[in-house]
């Protein structure tokens, strides 16, 4: 695959002219996204002189991660898939497909034996599945505002999520006496999507998010983060406001285009060792030809 030279300022117009360098534009997803590790979201995003060419900053600097992830998740489930095919021919499957079914059941938080017990199958295949790039965008934008919260700036948490383990996170302002979490810390966005992504597809207060998302597959209708946003109703104290703006989000900025972006798995970004961008070892890790669900 040929190499394309990673960006070296830690800057939006730095940015924005690595953006242009690799012919990415917003208005042209279409002609694919390519794939880069942001680590940080530039200091000055929140200094443009336009409002739309902050959040289409904000929003390409993203896509590409989302569609990794997701790719990533797609991975996990032909992988399963496949397992579950071989174990319908052979009695015993092999120590290399048990190995990688218990990772998959440790990874998505879940105990039994998937072979037998189809409500472990079922529970499993609800939980190894992509999220709308819409809805992740959307939430992005909410929780960080824009990239420019502390929690985004210091720990590259752009989802606000927490951490139960002392010092290991970022201890919040006015947090109550007697509380003990704090909001995680990530070493790039990378990690920060992929987290909440996971947190999406396994915390029990997402099940309906994951509901709704199976209903839609078995009905063979799209997966979109508009249909998937009342699945959120408790990811904040806001309930069913806090629904409604994320889907006026995504209505309002056209999100929903991005459900059909891909990425461009013949280019990939070298490493700099700059600080916006990181290594191959994620793109090796992440970029796979699209998948499609069964």
Do not use: C
Not at 131 to 151: C, D, H, K, M
Not at 172 to 180: D, N, S, Y
């Amino acid at each position: 695959m040929g190499g394309v030279r990673a960006i070296q300022h830690n800057s939006l117009s730095g940015m924005q002219s690595f953006f242009q360098s690799l012919d990415y534009d917003w208005r042209r997803l279409e002609t694919g996204v390519p794939p880069f590790i942001l680590e940080r979201i530039p200091e000055d995003i929140d200094h443009s002189a336009s409002v739309t060419a902050k959040k289409h900053a904000f929003f390409m600097g993203l896509l590409p991660m989302v569609l990794l992830a997701n790719q990533e998740i797609e991975r996990e489930r032909r992988d399963f898939l496949a397992i579950l095919d071989r174990s319908s021919f052979d009695e015993e499957i092999s120590q290399s497909d048990q190995a990688r079914l218990n990772e998959m059941l440790s990874h998505y938080d879940l105990r039994g034996n998937p072979l037998t017990d189809h409500r472990i199958r079922a529970a499993l295949l609800r939980r190894i599945d992509t999220i709308p790039p819409a809805l992740v965008l959307a939430q992005a934008a909410n929780e960080s505002a824009w990239g420019t919260s502390r929690f985004a700036r210091q720990g590259n948490n752009l989802f606000g999520e927490w951490t139960f383990k002392p010092g290991t996170g970022i201890v919040p302002a006015g947090r109550p006496a007697g509380a003990t979490y704090e909001v995680r810390k990530f070493t790039n966005i990378y990690d920060s999507i992929r987290s909440y992504m996971l947190n999406l597809n396994t915390h029990g207060a997402y099940f309906r998010l994951r509901e709704i998302r199976n209903n839609l597959r078995r009905e063979d209708k799209p997966v979109t983060g508009l249909a998937l946003a009342p699945g959120l109703l408790n990811y904040s104290q806001r309930g069913e406001d806090y629904v409604a703006d994320i889907q006026g989000m995504i209505r309002h900025n056209k999100l929903a285009d991005t459900n059909q972006a891909f990425l461009r798995i013949d280019r990939v970004i070298e490493p700099t060792g700059a600080g916006l961008f990181s290594s191959r070892d994620y793109l090796s890790r992440a970029v796979s030809a699209p998948l499609s669900h069964p």
